[in-house]
């Protein structure tokens, strides 16, 4: 027997995806992330539909407006049941596995702490994406479909004989809306949605590490995700106080993942700063998920 | 560290070589204190747990309820970390993961993950110990017969039952052919059939060559499959033996006699009496409920299975 034998190596990557997959399995077989799914499917449903209540004369100017509204209503649909799902989904993960005892007879396996939870993490994050998936691709073929809808409304109107200056003005007006509605921009502001969720799934389950139960790793992670999105407020307020900066670093700067405002407004989001919002979510990440690490492998199950 | 590990290796070969045997488990001082935290002091759950344990062997570990049995399990594991104290297995210290290499462990009362079916379950824990492909799949078909569940495999465990649950825990606990078993109250809230079952497994893995250490109270189960016990009560070990010697009578001697004649019987009387022995009772023997639990349940399926 050689020594490389003796000790299995630091951490197995076979091992973490074992576990994450189950997780995930374990996640979409609980019939409560369906129904938040649905939820979400049937949100972004009524929004294409209650919209075309206020459809008067098909002008460009109604289009925009309700092109414009079902975006803020999508997004913002994705980002609560998102959250809904990092959250809660998270908040159960080792309270069940306590309770159910499974830990035990994973860990009694010659797997290590450092495995098991990140294992869990990745089935979190594996989860949070299929959902901010399913919905972003519902989100964009109803984005599309109410999109061609418009068009085809002001090319009717507009009819194939009208004179020239007429034709380029409707053009101009295809045009405008064929940007709203593909919208490249759009795919930034999901992006930096689900990095923003997959960092609060981590932050959750640091502190389900030490937490006692479900509803206290719910309600601490609850308060720093309010927190988080008021943090850079309160960092413009206290630009003067050292200390004050160093403890609102702490926090995690959520409100800078929300560019959904922005791109519902027209405002172009460059990728440098897609980039560095991104690079700060992941050592964010990396900081919390070795915290849980560290803390977990302190903890007696 | 590496250098250490190679180094207790070859002393425990040379060990073997001289002929001491590897003990399978070994325990010095063990000694868990539970604290209860707010100013509640601190709860003394195991106290200086001496343990040999030696491979091929099965060992009951006894006792009420809050003796200690499950913590010794789950220090031995590394589940929880002693006070003081230190465990082996096979010479490997506890605290290393390669010590898990070669144990499975069947926890008190489980539970597994209640939307996997059976196949499903011993996938996940097969793949956790590194088996993969057609070896873990024939694997997992072998050890569903062994436990029989194979009529079950693609069932989802939240419909099995206490003693179907029991069985998956022991096959997910067999999955990579360990050398040792720890099985915490492997028959609780087991009917006797399915106790029974599970007894007659445990000795078919012992003359496998395999080690077993199994916590139970129940006391004619430990009796039937344990090389030897210990005792625990309140966290101290208050006696260990081989089962055999310890609960032989050595100053009584019982004769079981078929058709003798009333007059054979005082004749047996007056011999015991005139060779100097005294006769305590001479009683019809009983049959036990559990004998008679298991025939009626067997004539009840062959006349069911007449009727089919």
């Known amino acids: 027997?050689?020594?490389?034998?003796?000790?299995?190596?630091?951490?197995?990557?076979?091992?973490?995806?074992?576990?994450?997959?189950?997780?995930?399995?374990?996640?979409?077989?609980?019939?409560?992330?369906?129904?938040?799914?649905?939820?979400?499917?049937?949100?972004?449903?009524?929004?294409?539909?209650?919209?075309?209540?206020?459809?008067?004369?098909?002008?460009?100017?109604?289009?925009?407006?309700?092109?414009?509204?079902?975006?803020?209503?999508?997004l913002g649909a994705i980002a609560v049941f998102g959250m809904l799902i990092a959250i809660v989904g998270t908040a159960q993960l080792l309270p069940n596995e306590l309770e159910n005892r499974t830990i035990y007879t994973i860990l009694a396996k010659p797997v290590r702490r450092c495995e098991f939870l990140l294992g869990k993490y990745v089935g979190s994050a594996l989860l949070l994406l299929v959902s901010v998936a399913i919905m972003s691709l519902m989100f964009a073929a109803a984005l599309k479909f109410?999109?061609?809808?418009?068009?085809?409304?002001?090319?009717?109107?507009?009819?194939?004989?009208?004179?020239?200056?007429?034709?380029?003005?409707?053009?101009?007006?295809?045009?405008?809306?064929?940007?709203?509605?593909?919208?490249?921009?759009?795919?930034?502001?999901?992006?930096?949605?689900?990095?923003?969720?997959?960092?609060?799934?981590?932050?959750?389950?640091?502190?389900?590490?030490?937490?006692?139960?479900?509803?206290?790793?719910?309600?601490?992670?609850?308060?720093i995700f309010f927190a988080g999105h008021l943090v850079g407020a309160a960092k413009e307020r206290w630009l003067e106080s050292g200390v004050a900066q160093f403890l609102f670093s702490l926090i995690p700067d959520l409100g800078m993942f929300n560019v959904a405002d922005d791109v519902i407004l027209g405002n172009a989001i460059p990728w440098l700063y897609v980039l560095q919002v991104a690079a700060y979510g992941m050592v964010y990440l990396v900081a919390v998920l070795a915290a849980a690490v560290c803390v977990f492998a302190e903890r007696e199950v | 560290m590496r250098r250490r590990v190679g180094r207790q290796r070859r002393e425990s070969?040379?060990?073997?070589?001289?002929?001491?045997?590897?003990?399978?488990?070994?325990?010095?001082?063990?000694?868990?204190?539970?604290?209860?935290?707010?100013?509640?002091?601190?709860?003394?759950?195991?106290?200086?747990?001496?343990?040999?344990i030696r491979p091929g062997e099965v060992y009951g570990l006894l006792g009420p309820n809050g003796s200690g049995k499950s913590t010794t399990l789950k220090l031995i594991l590394n589940l929880v970390w002693p006070t003081s104290g230190t465990a082996w297995i096979f010479d490997v210290p506890c605290t290393r993961v390669a010590s898990r290499r070669h144990v499975g462990y069947l926890p008190e009362n489980p539970y597994f993950y209640r939307y996997l079916t059976g196949a499903e379950t011993l996938e996940f824990y097969g793949k956790l110990c590194g088996l993969r492909g057609a070896s873990l799949r024939r694997r997992i078909d072998e050890l569903l017969e062994l436990v029989g569940l194979a009529r079950a495999r693609d069932r989802r465990l939240a419909g099995y039952s206490k003693g179907m649950l029991q069985r998956i825990g022991l096959a997910q606990a067999l999955i990579h052919d360990p050398e040792l078993l720890l099985l915490d109250e492997p028959t609780a809230g087991v009917d006797p059939i399915g106790s029974r079952d599970i007894r007659d497994l445990i000795l078919r893995l012992k003359q496998m060559g395999k080690t077993v250490l199994l916590s139970s109270h129940l006391l004619s189960q430990v009796q039937d499959v344990c090389d030897r016990i210990g005792i625990l009560n309140l966290g101290r070990k208050i006696l260990e033996g081989e089962v055999v010697p310890l609960v032989r009578d050595q100053r009584r001697l019982c004769f079981?006699?078929?058709?003798?004649?009333?007059?054979?019987?005082?004749?047996?009387?007056?011999?015991?009496?005139?060779?100097?022995?005294?006769?305590?009772?001479?009683?019809?023997?009983?049959?036990?409920?559990?004998?008679?639990?298991?025939?009626?349940?067997?004539?009840?399926?062959?006349?069911?299975?007449?009727?089919?």
């Open chain 2, 256 to 308: 079981t006699v078929q058709d003798l004649p009333p007059h054979g019987r005082e004749a047996v009387e007056a011999a015991v009496v005139a060779a100097g022995g005294r006769i305590v009772s001479v009683e019809h023997p009983q049959t036990s409920l559990e004998t008679l639990f298991l025939e009626a349940l067997g004539r009840d399926e062959r006349g069911a299975g007449e009727h089919d």
């Open chain 1, 1 to 74: 027997m050689t020594e490389k034998e003796q000790e299995p190596r630091l951490f197995s990557l076979s091992r973490i995806w074992t576990i994450a997959l189950n997780t995930l399995t374990e996640s979409l077989r609980q019939k409560v992330y369906l129904i938040l799914i649905l939820f979400a499917l049937v949100l972004i449903a009524s929004a294409s539909f209650f919209s075309q209540f206020g459809l008067g004369e098909p002008g460009e100017q109604e289009a925009m407006e309700q092109l414009k509204f079902m975006k803020d209503f999508c």
């Open chain 1, 146 to 223: 109410k999109g061609d809808n418009y068009l085809r409304l002001i090319r009717g109107a507009a009819g194939p004989q009208e004179s020239s200056v007429e034709w380029e003005q409707m053009q101009r007006q295809v045009e405008r809306i064929r940007a709203t509605v593909y919208d490249t921009d759009l795919a930034k502001a999901l992006l930096l949605a689900y990095l923003k969720l997959a960092l609060l799934a981590g932050i959750t389950l640091f502190v389900s590490t030490f937490g006692t139960s479900i509803i206290f790793n719910v309600a601490v992670t609850v308060m």
């Open chain 2, 13 to 52: 070969l040379i060990g073997s070589a001289f002929g001491f045997e590897m003990d399978a488990i070994r325990t010095e001082h063990l000694t868990k204190k539970y604290n209860l935290g707010w100013g509640r002091g601190r709860l003394l759950a195991l106290d200086g747990l001496n343990l040999r």
